[in-house]
Nanobody
Framework: QVQLVESGGGLVQPGGSLRLSCAAS????????MGWYRQGPGKERELVAT???????NYADSVKGRFTISRENAKNTVYLQMNSLKPEDTAVYYC??????????????WGQGTQVTVSS
């Protein structure tokens, strides 16, 4: 079993910043990709950013230049630094991790989500 726990969400004014964290724990042998997704009110879940074990990154066009994804492999932790936040960034943000467990089976786990609200 692999668990993901997110933290760092909250209420912020437009133009402000937040930093999300997500720590993975459990029967982890290795983690390949980690990423952040979000689901806004009345919208489908969408990709925000992903990062590979070697540090390769991918961003949604809507967040390029404003958000930065990073990870600490030794801590099985991924971060999302969000700057210049806009009201349209309001959503529940979910962490995802893909990898291999101690039992040599693949896992694809999601966190429970953390709310980010951008409003004045």
């Amino acid at each position: 079993q692999v668990q993901l726990v997110e933290s760092g969400g909250g209420l912020v004014q437009p133009g402000g910043s937040l930093r999300l964290s997500c720590a993975a724990s459990g029967s982890i042998l290795s983690i390949n990709a980690m990423g952040w997704y979000r689901q806004g009110p009345g919208k489908e879940r969408e990709l925000v950013a992903t990062i590979t074990s070697r540090g390769g990154t991918n961003y949604a066009d809507s967040v390029k230049g404003r958000f930065t994804i990073s990870r600490e492999n030794a801590k099985n932790t991924v971060y999302l630094q969000m700057n210049s936040l806009k009201p349209e960034d309001t959503a529940v943000y979910y962490c995802k991790a893909e990898g291999v467990s101690y039992y040599h089976s693949l896992f694809n786990s999601w966190g429970q989500g953390t709310q980010v609200t951008v409003s004045s």
